[in-house]
Every structure is written in C-alpha cells, then in structure tokens.
C-alpha cells in the first residue's frame, strides 16, 4: 500500500472514531438523564409504567448503537444460527449462558436481542452503584445488584452466608416483575490463551465454567423462565477488542443459540450446602460446556481456507 493510501486509511478510520464516539456519547446524554430522573422518582411511588419507560429509554439508547453499526459497518457479515425449538419473544423471561472473549461480546448481545428478546440483564456488584450514572442506571434498570462477602468475612460471621441468600433471592425475584433476558458468563472472566494455560482448563475453546452462580440463580428462578438459553459468540478473523469493532477491522461475526433443557432435579436444589447435589449439578455443567467446546470447533472450522 502507498503511503497516500496508507494516509487516507488513516483519515477515514479517525473519522469514524470520531464518528462513533460522538453518536455514542450524544446518545447517551440523551437517553440517561430521563433514565435517573424517573429512577429518582421511584423513590417516593412505585409505578410500572415508570419501569416500562425506562426500559423503553434503554432500548432506544441500543438502538442508536445498532443502527450506528448498520450505517458505519455496512460491511460486517453476521451469520446468526438459532435452534428451531427456541422461540424467543420480547415478552418471555430468559437465562442466557454464553462464552466470553471480548467487550464487544456485550454489544453483540445487544445487536442480537433487541428485536428479539427483552432487555439483557447481568449481576452487578453492588459497589457500581458509588460509580456516578452508571451503578445508579444499573439499579434503575433492574440489574441484579449483589452484597457479596468473601469466605473470611463469612467465618467471622456465618450470618452473613444467609444475608447474601436473601439479597440474592430478592434481587432475582425483582425481576419478575417484567419480561427479562438475565445473562451468566460462567467462565467469569474474558478468555485469553494465557488464562487458559494458567488454568490448565479441559476445554479447547473455553475456560473452566463457575458454575455457583448458575446453579444460584436456577434456584431461584428456574421454574419462572420460559428458556435457558446458550449463546455462542466466535470471531472467526481473530478476536476483537472494542476499537477494532468501531473502527471496522471486524470482517465477521458468527453466532449461535441453542435451548438447554433444565432436567427437573435441577430446580429446588442447595448448591451451598448440598454436596451430592453440588457434584451432579457440576458434571451437569461441564457436560454442556463440552457441547459449546466442540460446537466453537466446528464453528471455527467452518471458515478456515
């Protein structure tokens, strides 16, 4: 490539940069004042006409993401695969599992899920909400926001073990109020090859799944959900970070969704206390994640030259 063209490559990736940051920003200058201004109002009167308003707020703010990469990503190929027996609906009530690389996994999920299912939903530690705008709009919004303590504090004071039973139960239970996708990136932490020697983890494609919070929130709410849903995420030309997404260095994206059948002993079990109950829950899980290891293979294969 000559250095003019080298240039104005240069140029035309400045300029959606700054493209897309100032839509980004705008749209969220837009969208969260209302967003706190109603939450506030909660404050002195429940109403879920506010709650639908707010969401309607924070689906309109992915809107204006997804079009913006419609119009500045024309380019981007999208192959979506979904199982025949899943049938989503903006009105069902969801758990989504899936695999996690990358900041823009989120995004995706957000391009993916607005015209299909309801607002996506993740557990948040309950230290955001101190972060200005943003922990208040994950309470607002309805995030499951937790009081987690760590196995000391709980030592000292086995209360506490109880204490976060119940914030958990209640922030799950919140949910149901509403339509909702509540999402689970088992393996805790984003995939990368150094993580994956360090864990010495079976699986090809994947690290070792945490598999607590799942079994957690399948207490809770596994007889209310219509779906558990397993979403698989691949980046066939190399996994982005969020400026390459932008900027337009992403070729493709694949992905591919699947219904997990919830076996009946699953609900109503102690994943805490239990420890048959803990092991088969376990060997439940990493049957699964055996099944995303092989189906991220085959998916790869699929574009190799």
Not at 85 to 112: A, E
Not at 269 to 275: A, S, T
Request: positive net charge; charged residues 25%.
């Amino acid at each position: 490539m000559s250095t003019a063209h080298k240039k104005a490559s240069l140029l035309q990736k400045v300029s959606k940069g700054l493209t897309v940051g100032s839509v980004i920003t705008g749209s969220t200058f837009l969208h969260g004042p209302p967003v706190l201004a109603l939450g506030f109002t909660k404050l002195f009167k429940k109403s879920k006409k506010i709650d639908e308003t707010n969401i309607q707020l924070a689906n309109s703010w992915i809107g204006v993401n997804n079009h913006l990469i419609e119009k500045v990503l024309p380019n981007l190929k999208w192959d979506i695969s979904i199982d025949e027996k899943l049938d989503l609906n903006l009105q069902g009530r969801y758990m989504m599992i899936c695999n996690h690389q990358s900041w823009v996994d989120t995004t995706v999920n957000q391009y993916f899920g607005l015209s299909r299912m309801p607002l996506t939903r993740f557990f948040t530690k309950w230290e955001l909400i101190f972060i200005p705008f943003v922990g208040q709009a994950f309470k607002i919004l309805g995030f499951p926001m937790m009081k987690r303590h760590t196995k000391e504090q709980i030592a000292k004071n086995p209360e506490l073990k109880s204490r976060d039973m119940y914030e958990a139960r209640k922030a799950c239970e919140q949910l149901l109020s509403q339509p909702f996708t509540l999402l689970n990136y088992l393996e805790g932490t984003r995939f990368t090859p150094e993580k994956h020697a360090q864990q010495q983890s079976p699986y090809k494609n994947l690290l070792k799944p945490k598999a607590g919070g799942l079994a957690l929130a399948l207490n809770i709410l596994g007889d209310k959900i219509d779906a558990l849903v397993d979403m698989t995420i691949v980046y066939p030309d190399g996994v982005p970070d969020y400026g390459d997404f932008w900027l337009g260095d992403v070729p493709r994206i694949a992905v591919d969704l699947r219904q997990i059948d919830i076996p009946n002993w699953v609900v109503g079990g102690n994943y805490e206390d239990d420890p048959v109950y803990r092991e088969r829950f376990q060997r439940w899980v990493d049957q699964i994640w055996t099944e995303k290891d092989q189906l991220i293979t085959a998916m790869k294969s699929k574009y190799k030259p």
